[in-house]
């Protein structure tokens, strides 16, 4: 069976070295087709014998048109070994898709090793290159394949590359390249699909032949990339990741390590082509042109506007604003500006998919025939993408995701091709599927291996989980959960008892999920892939398989449970004496809403023993919600709302503020707590691996807006620390009610977001949490819908010395990347959240034009911003007729943060409270728009 | 890196369970008393056994048993690049030790008291497993020299890589820097008498990855044993019997 040959090989590592390695051929690799007889092995073959043709790929036709691959009517594909290693090497994302349609076992894609088979090893011959190599291992394969699987079906080489197919065809090995193979299928909307070859190509002369009129050179070139490296070494170029500004797409920011700020990009021409994420070289712009900012305005160069969108959480979110321009009093000093400049190069694309629609065009003459769209990404971030279709009629209509092959410099839009349509615009399920593409969100059902590792159901506490003597039993205690209504994953329960000297003793329980989910199964694995449970309006996205979820983990009432405790002695004046850490069995005796809590609490005639526990709970919690104030953690004010579901149709029926009781104040300061002596006792114990979360000292720069409207309506806030700025908060009191409120919220989003980092990697002052002025914090207490706290959990349990710590945690890189992939899924999820609520919210409008009132909070040249508290939205209010830019009848004061009419009859300041008109329209055909006029 | 592929093969086409081809010739040094040339792939070790004979240093006799010495060093061209391999370092200081207290255990020293047993192993060609390709050289050449031995020593290595137990490990595979187990066994006997490992490694998964080195080692004594075999039946047939 086995068969031995060597070969030489010569690689650099500094100098020339001859490598020799064993290859071994063999006789047992098979080729993968149903219907041979000669191959005994079956249990992978997928190719039916019912094609009639079987298709051997070129590694150009894998790297380019893997969209094309990717759709079923492509079937019956042989991969060979030596084509995927070469995919491999060349482009990790289309290697990790083909590899996907590999394993799925509803596409016939089989893997022949081709270059460990006997028959099909190619040796170098001398002279060769090793791209030449590869060709023609490739047709030695295919004509294999011919030769072995006999007259009855037809091999057919797919190659793009002329010379291969030309040397194919001479072999007499049946070659066709993909276009001609496409359209032999005879679906016209696959041609959809296949990229068009580079600009490069021959195919050039078609489109310069075509479209004369675009043939003038738009942008500049790019520098090769040996003159980018040595500008980046003689500190001419700056390289850093290109973040494309979310709400003014012609302004983009590098940031660069080598000058240590933040470089400013305006236009797309200084963009030179660059993506989002795009990894790009940079060279900065003589000083006297860094002032080119117009971000004033809310309309830009190619009218594309403002919409009204929910109120951002954190800085994160928000619309960066630059430091505004120095008005005319101040012109002396303009290198208080940042830095600008413009793309000379791109190191590394950040190419992807992108969702959204085509823009409305008139349907040409003929049916069917090739016409050029543009697309419009609902991420405004993505420039229009020029596409070939030729089903227009079908697609102007619909959500489809586009991917971008090329921009080349004659274009002012990259071109790109249709990868699928997800459905109608407006309709709600496309537009909840486009939310989670667009935030990369994995909503597929868990896979069969996942669900595999879960215990059988029904699940209870059997004897092995009491018999440990690692699992304390207090199933005597009286445990109760307070959660939102309808809460099915309950990862949270408190218990509070008196004890004899007077003193409490206070216990919270949290849902014991690393009992269920080991690590290195696949179930963890997944768990660790989606980061976090996404909560949209009208479903749930679960992190572990709905059994777990809702039902073996969720501490509900009356059932014995597994948790994870932190018990607590307290003194009544709520300081903790002492902290213990133990695995229990707990039997919850109420799942409390926050309402019933509250209910209870508040009604002075009930004395029940569970009453008194949560009366007693809730005057500790506000002795120790005092001190954390008192230390400085800031109390911040979200615009969070809340929709009432038909349970029919599952559309909105009312939204509203979500309303914060005590019992919700009282369960988040036991929670806090617990994670906080958590975090204490993981980095006592491991000093090096813990997985914590900090919330950094937000910058001046960032504070920059709230300090601007705050003097501008004559208050003077501190920011020198979370203490004083909390007690200034705390001081901002107007004579309207809602003021102090509305200052919150601005605080709030002018902070980032607490983000995941593992304790090895920075230093402890870095530790902070700034908004909750804790020293020390990280995520216990939602184990069920959140990952990191799964992490924490295992570190605990080792820290407590039950269980051994996994082997993952020695290695800090990958710690280190998987604290990244918490923060990246935790952030879409926020972000998919809030586009659910917009979707709804433009739902709920659909029928219900209202008046409400709203606050203005930002200026503009022509209306400002309007924030509505009501239904949590903000968005533009125009004063000018749109398409007039400013008109000069309006006058903008930075300082004193009005608007004025030139004569001076009307005025609109800061913080002023209006009424406006919110109504849905469609100023183009089937994309609805939240409007809001001034009444 | 990806050291077996989804489809299963290793980087030079074996499957995970498989070792790489053997090759043994008993005999390749005239003058000594026993000799052989052991070939595990691209790793070739050649072996040399004198003795037993008199002690050469009067201080190091034992009055009860045989003094066995092992000296181990590499050649020159044994790797690709030209590198002076110096005799005394660390490393082959530790093979010689390893291969001698392997080696010891299965001797019966105690038969022949008051002399010495000289083992060299010299390693012509290196890629990965040189210490177990040394081991299995050191017993065909000890045999070939007719000292009496409890049993075969054999000695094969096992990775973990991938999260897969890999038998016999090359060199690519072996500088991945995952665990190298490498065990030596008396095969009849069932006995462990040599055991290494410097990574660390969950004890469920080393039991497998042990266990898997083991199997190694016993399809290489039966590989040995034929070999022994077919140069007996060779002597046999020269001395006309």
Same mark, same amino acid.
């Given at each position: 069976?086995? %068969?031995?040959?060597?070969?030489?090989?010569?690689?650099?590592?500094?100098?020339?070295?001859?490598?020799?390695?064993? $290859?071994?051929?063999?006789?047992?690799?098979?080729?993968?087709?149903?219907?041979?007889?000669?191959?005994?092995?079956?249990?992978?073959?997928?190719?039916?014998?019912?094609?009639?043709?079987?298709?051997?790929?070129?590694?150009?036709?894998?790297?380019?048109?893997?969209?094309?691959?990717?759709?079923?009517?492509?079937?019956?594909? *042989?991969?060979?070994?030596?084509?995927?290693?070469?995919?491999?090497?060349?482009?990790?994302?289309?290697?990790?898709?083909?590899?996907?349609?590999?394993?799925?076992?509803?596409?016939?894609? $089989?893997?022949?090793?081709?270059?460990? %088979?006997?028959?099909?090893?190619?040796? !170098?011959?001398?002279?060769?290159?090793?791209?030449?190599?590869?060709?023609?291992?490739?047709?030695?394969?295919?004509?294999?394949?011919?030769?072995?699987?006999?007259?009855?079906?037809?091999?057919?080489?797919?190659?793009?590359?002329?010379?291969?197919?030309?040397?194919?065809?001479?072999?007499?090995?049946?070659?066709?390249?993909?276009?001609?193979?496409?359209?032999?299928?005879?679906?016209?909307?696959?041609?959809?699909?296949? $990229?068009?070859?580079?600009?490069?190509?021959?195919?050039?002369?078609?489109?310069?032949?075509?479209?004369?009129?675009?043939?003038?050179?738009?942008?500049?070139?790019?520098?090769?990339?040996?003159?980018?490296?040595?500008?980046?070494?003689?500190?001419?170029?700056?390289?850093?990741?290109?973040?494309?500004?979310?709400?003014?797409?012609?302004?983009?920011?590098?940031?660069?390590?080598?000058?240590?700020?933040?470089?400013?990009?305006?236009?797309?021409?200084?963009?030179?082509?660059?993506?989002?994420?795009?990894?790009?070289?940079?060279?900065?712009?003589?000083?006297?042109?860094?002032?080119?900012?117009? =971000?004033?305005?809310?309309?830009?160069?190619?009218?594309?506007?403002?919409?009204?969108?929910?109120?951002?959480?954190?800085?994160?979110?928000?619309?960066?604003?630059?430091?505004?321009?120095?008005?005319?009093? =101040?012109?002396?000093?303009?290198?208080? =500006?940042?830095?600008?400049?413009?793309?000379?190069?791109?190191?590394?694309?950040?190419?992807?998919?992108?969702?959204?629609?085509?823009?409305?065009?008139?349907?040409?003459?003929?049916?069917?025939?090739? $016409?050029?769209?543009?697309?419009?990404?609902?991420?405004?971030?993505?420039?229009?993408?020029?596409?070939?279709?030729?089903?227009?009629?079908?697609?102007?209509?619909?959500?489809?995701?586009?991917?971008?092959?090329?921009?080349?410099?004659?274009?002012?839009?990259?071109?790109?091709?249709?990868?699928?349509?997800?459905?109608?615009?407006?309709?709600?399920?496309?537009?909840?599927?486009?939310?989670?593409?667009?935030?990369?969100?994995?909503?597929?059902?868990?896979?069969?291996?996942?669900?595999?590792?879960?215990?059988?159901?029904?699940?209870?506490?059997?004897?092995?989980?009491?018999?440990?003597?690692?699992?304390?039993?207090?199933?005597?205690?009286?445990?109760?959960?307070?959660?939102?209504?309808?809460?099915?994953?309950?990862?949270?329960?408190? %218990?509070?008892?008196?004890?004899?000297?007077?003193?409490?003793?206070?216990?919270?329980?949290?849902?014991?999920?690393?009992?269920?989910?080991?690590?290195?199964?696949?179930?963890?694995?997944?768990?660790?892939?989606?980061?976090?449970?996404?909560?949209?309006?009208?479903?749930?996205?679960?992190?572990?398989?709905?059994?777990?979820?809702?039902?073996?983990?969720?501490?509900?009432?009356?059932?014995?449970?597994?948790?994870?405790?932190?018990?607590?002695?307290?003194?009544?004046?709520?300081?903790?004496?002492?902290?213990?850490?133990?695995?229990?069995?707990?039997?919850?005796?109420?799942?409390?809403?926050?309402?019933?809590?509250?209910?209870?609490?508040?009604?002075?005639?009930?004395?029940?023993?569970?009453?008194?526990?949560?009366?007693?709970?809730?005057?500790?919690?506000?002795?120790?919600? /005092?001190?954390?104030?008192?230390?400085?953690?800031?109390?911040?004010?979200?615009?969070?709302?809340?929709? /009432?579901?038909?349970?029919?149709?599952?559309?909105?029926?009312?939204?509203?503020?979500?309303?914060?009781?005590?019992?919700?104040?009282?369960?988040?300061?036991?929670?806090?707590?617990?994670?906080?002596?958590?975090?204490?006792?993981?980095?006592?114990?491991?000093?090096?691996?813990?997985?914590?979360?900090?919330?950094?000292?937000?910058?001046?720069?960032?504070?920059?807006?709230?300090?601007?409207?705050?003097?501008?309506?004559?208050?003077?806030?501190?920011?020198?620390?979370?203490?004083?700025?909390?007690?200034?908060?705390?001081?901002?009191?107007?004579?309207?009610?809602?003021?102090?409120?509305?200052?919150?919220?601005?605080?709030?989003?002018?902070?980032?977001?607490?983000?995941?980092?593992?304790?090895?990697?920075?230093?402890?002052?870095?530790?902070?949490?700034?908004?909750?002025?804790?020293?020390?914090?990280?995520?216990?207490?939602?184990?069920?819908?959140?990952?990191?706290?799964?992490?924490?959990?295992?570190?605990?349990?080792?820290?407590?010395?039950?269980?051994?710590?996994?082997?993952?945690?020695?290695?800090?890189?990958?710690? !280190?990347?998987?604290?990244?992939?918490?923060?990246?899924?935790?952030?879409?999820?926020?972000?998919?959240?809030?586009?659910?609520?917009?979707?709804?919210?433009?739902?709920?409008?659909?029928?219900?034009?209202?008046?409400?009132?709203?606050?203005?909070?930002?200026?503009?040249?022509?209306?400002?911003?309007?924030?509505?508290?009501?239904?949590?939205?903000?968005?533009?209010?125009?004063?000018?007729?749109?398409?007039?830019?400013?008109?000069?009848?309006?006058?903008?004061?930075?300082? /004193?943060?009005?608007?004025?009419?030139?004569?001076?009859?009307?005025?609109?300041?800061?913080?002023?409270?209006?009424?406006?008109?919110?109504?849905?329209?469609?100023?183009?055909?089937?994309?609805?728009?939240?409007?809001?006029?001034?009444? | 890196?990806?050291?077996?592929?989804?489809?299963?093969?290793?980087?030079?086409?074996?499957?995970?369970?498989?070792?790489?081809?053997?090759?043994?010739?008993?005999?390749?040094?005239?003058?000594?008393?026993?000799?052989?040339?052991?070939?595990?792939?691209?790793?070739?070790?050649?072996?040399? *056994?004198?003795?037993?004979?008199?002690?050469?240093?009067?201080?190091?006799?034992?009055?009860?048993?045989?003094?066995?010495?092992?000296?181990?060093?590499?050649?020159?061209?044994?790797?690709?690049?030209?590198?002076?391999?110096?005799?005394?370092?660390?490393?082959?200081?530790?093979?010689?030790?390893?291969?001698?207290?392997?080696?010891?255990?299965?001797?019966?020293? %105690?038969?022949?008291?008051?002399?010495?047993?000289?083992?060299?192993?010299?390693?012509?060609?290196?890629?990965?497993?040189?210490?177990?390709?040394?081991?299995?050289?050191?017993?065909?050449?000890?045999?070939?020299?007719?000292?009496?031995?409890?049993?075969?020593?054999?000695?094969?290595?096992?990775?973990?890589?991938?999260?897969?137990?890999?038998?016999?490990?090359?060199?690519?595979?072996?500088?991945?820097?995952?665990?190298?187990?490498?065990?030596?066994?008396?095969?009849?006997?069932?006995?462990?008498?040599?055991?290494?490992?410097?990574?660390?490694?969950?004890?469920?998964?080393?039991?497998?990855?042990?266990?898997?080195?083991?199997?190694?080692?016993?399809?290489?004594?039966?590989?040995?044993?034929?070999?022994?075999?077919?140069?007996?039946?060779?002597?046999?047939?020269?001395?006309?019997?």
């Amino acid at each position: 069976m086995l %068969h031995s040959k060597t070969f030489n090989k010569k690689t650099r590592g500094g100098r020339i070295q001859k490598l020799v390695r064993e $290859v071994y051929l063999r006789d047992d690799i098979y080729c993968g087709a149903l219907f041979c007889k000669s191959c005994e092995d079956k249990s992978k073959a997928r190719l039916t014998a019912t094609a009639s043709t079987i298709l051997v790929l070129d590694t150009n036709v894998v790297l380019n048109q893997i969209d094309l691959l990717e759709n079923p009517a492509i079937e019956d594909v *042989v991969l060979l070994s030596v084509v995927l290693q070469e995919v491999k090497n060349k482009n990790s994302s289309v290697y990790g898709r083909i590899r996907n349609l590999i394993d799925s076992p509803a596409r016939r894609f $089989v893997v022949f090793s081709n270059e460990f %088979h006997r028959h099909t090893y190619v040796q !170098t011959m001398a002279g060769e290159s090793p791209n030449d190599r590869n060709d023609r291992a490739i047709r030695v394969a295919a004509r294999w394949y011919q030769s072995h699987l006999g007259e009855a079906v037809k091999v057919l080489l797919i190659t793009n590359d002329r010379e291969n197919n030309r040397k194919a065809t001479e072999e007499g090995v049946s070659a066709e390249t993909i276009e001609s193979y496409v359209k032999s299928l005879g679906q016209p909307a696959l041609l959809d699909l296949l $990229v068009q070859p580079a600009s490069e190509d021959v195919i050039m002369e078609e489109v310069e032949d075509m479209r004369p009129s675009k043939r003038k050179v738009v942008y500049p070139e790019h520098k090769p990339m040996s003159e980018i490296t040595s500008g980046l070494t003689k500190g001419i170029y700056h390289q850093g990741k290109l973040r494309v500004n979310r709400y003014n797409p012609f302004e983009a920011y590098v940031g660069s390590e080598s000058i240590g700020d933040e470089i400013i990009i305006y236009g797309r021409g200084n963009m030179n082509r660059a993506f989002d994420g795009d990894v790009v070289a940079v060279k900065l712009l003589p000083q006297d042109q860094w002032n080119e900012e117009k =971000s004033l305005s809310i309309v830009d160069e190619e009218d594309e506007e403002e919409d009204v969108h929910l109120v951002p959480g954190s800085a994160d979110d928000a619309p960066r604003t630059s430091i505004p321009a120095p008005s005319s009093t =101040s012109d002396t000093n303009p290198a208080s =500006s940042r830095p600008s400049g413009c793309v000379v190069g791109i190191i590394k694309r950040n190419w992807h998919s992108y969702c959204g629609s085509l823009e409305p065009m008139p349907m040409p003459a003929g049916r069917g025939g090739l $016409v050029y769209a543009l697309f419009v990404s609902k991420d405004r971030r993505i420039p229009k993408i020029r596409i070939q279709t030729r089903q227009l009629e079908n697609l102007l209509d619909k959500r489809i995701i586009v991917a971008v092959d090329s921009w080349d410099r004659q274009s002012r839009h990259p071109s790109g091709h249709y990868v699928r349509s997800i459905g109608e615009i407006g309709d709600r399920d496309t537009e909840t599927e486009l939310v989670l593409i667009e935030n990369d969100i994995d909503a597929r059902p868990f896979s069969a291996q996942v669900l595999a590792c879960l215990p059988p159901l029904p699940w209870s506490v059997s004897s092995t989980d009491l018999n440990k003597s690692k699992r304390v039993d207090l199933r005597h205690l009286c445990v109760f959960s307070v959660d939102p209504p309808g809460c099915t994953d309950i990862d949270d329960a408190l %218990h509070c008892a008196m004890l004899p000297t007077g003193n409490f003793e206070v216990g919270v329980h949290i849902a014991d999920v690393t009992n269920f989910v080991h690590p290195g199964t696949p179930l963890d694995d997944e768990a660790s892939k989606r980061g976090t449970s996404v909560y949209l309006v009208e479903r749930r996205i679960d992190m572990l398989p709905k059994p777990l979820t809702e039902d073996i983990c969720s501490l509900r009432a009356d059932v014995e449970r597994l948790a994870f405790s932190v018990i607590w002695e307290m003194t009544p004046e709520a300081e903790i004496i002492s902290t213990k850490y133990t695995k229990s069995i707990i039997k919850s005796s109420a799942a409390l809403s926050y309402v019933e809590a509250q209910a209870r609490m508040d009604d002075s005639r009930l004395v029940d023993p569970l009453t008194k526990d949560l009366r007693n709970m809730n005057a500790l919690a506000k002795i120790m919600r /005092q001190r954390r104030i008192q230390r400085g953690a800031l109390t911040l004010a979200s615009a969070e709302v809340k929709f /009432q579901i038909d349970t029919e149709t599952h559309d909105p029926l009312d939204i509203g503020m979500y309303q914060i009781r005590e019992a919700n104040q009282m369960v988040e300061e036991f929670m806090l707590a617990a994670n906080v002596s958590v975090a204490e006792k993981i980095l006592k114990e491991f000093p090096e691996c813990s997985l914590l979360r900090r919330h950094p000292t937000p910058t001046k720069e960032m504070l920059g807006p709230l300090l601007r409207t705050a003097a501008a309506v004559g208050l003077n806030l501190d920011v020198t620390s979370s203490k004083a700025l909390a007690d200034s908060l705390d001081r901002a009191v107007g004579d309207d009610p809602y003021f102090n409120k509305l200052i919150r919220i601005m605080a709030t989003r002018c902070m980032t977001q607490a983000v995941y980092f593992c304790s090895g990697e920075l230093s402890p002052p870095e530790f902070l949490h700034y908004g909750l002025a804790a020293p020390l914090y990280t995520h216990f207490t939602s184990p069920i819908r959140r990952y990191a706290d799964v992490i924490v959990h295992r570190l605990l349990a080792a820290s407590i010395g039950i269980y051994k710590l996994p082997t993952i945690f020695q290695d800090r890189p990958q710690l !280190t990347s998987i604290a990244d992939n918490l923060n990246y899924r935790h952030r879409n999820a926020q972000m998919a959240s809030r586009g659910s609520v917009e979707l709804h919210t433009l739902i709920y409008f659909r029928n219900r034009p209202t008046d409400t009132e709203a606050r203005i909070v930002k200026m503009r040249s022509n209306g400002f911003i309007v924030f509505v508290p009501k239904f949590g939205i903000e968005g533009p209010v125009y004063l000018t007729m749109r398409g007039d830019k400013g008109g000069g009848e309006w006058f903008v004061d930075e300082q /004193q943060q009005n608007i004025r009419k030139m004569d001076g009859s009307v005025s609109y300041s800061i913080l002023q409270a209006v009424k406006i008109h919110l109504e849905v329209s469609e100023p183009k055909p089937n994309r609805p728009k939240l409007q809001l006029t001034l009444l | 890196m990806e050291f077996v592929n989804p489809e299963g093969l290793r980087l030079d086409g074996r499957r995970p369970l498989e070792m790489r081809q053997l090759r043994a010739q008993i005999g390749a040094v005239a003058k000594a008393d026993g000799s052989a040339v052991f070939e595990m792939g691209n790793t070739k070790v050649i072996a040399a *056994v004198y003795g037993p004979r008199e002690v050469q240093n009067r201080s190091q006799q034992i009055n009860d048993q045989a003094l066995v010495r092992c000296e181990y060093s590499m050649a020159n061209f044994s790797t690709g690049d030209r590198r002076r391999k110096p005799k005394g370092d660390r490393r082959s200081t530790e093979i010689s030790l390893v291969i001698r207290q392997t080696m010891e255990a299965c001797i019966l020293t %105690h038969l022949m008291p008051r002399s010495q047993i000289d083992i060299y192993v010299q390693v012509l060609q290196a890629d990965g497993g040189t210490r177990s390709a040394c081991i299995n050289a050191a017993t065909l050449a000890l045999a070939d020299a007719g000292i009496p031995m409890r049993d075969l020593v054999t000695s094969c290595s096992a990775g973990f890589l991938n999260t897969t137990p890999l038998l016999d490990l090359n060199y690519v595979e072996d500088s991945a820097g995952g665990p190298d187990v490498t065990v030596g066994i008396l095969p009849k006997l069932d006995k462990v008498t040599l055991l290494q490992m410097d990574a660390k490694l969950p004890i469920d998964t080393f039991e497998n990855v042990m266990q898997l080195a083991v199997e190694g080692c016993k399809a290489i004594a039966n590989y040995i044993r034929e070999v022994l075999l077919e140069n007996t039946k060779q002597l046999e047939y020269r001395r006309g019997l």
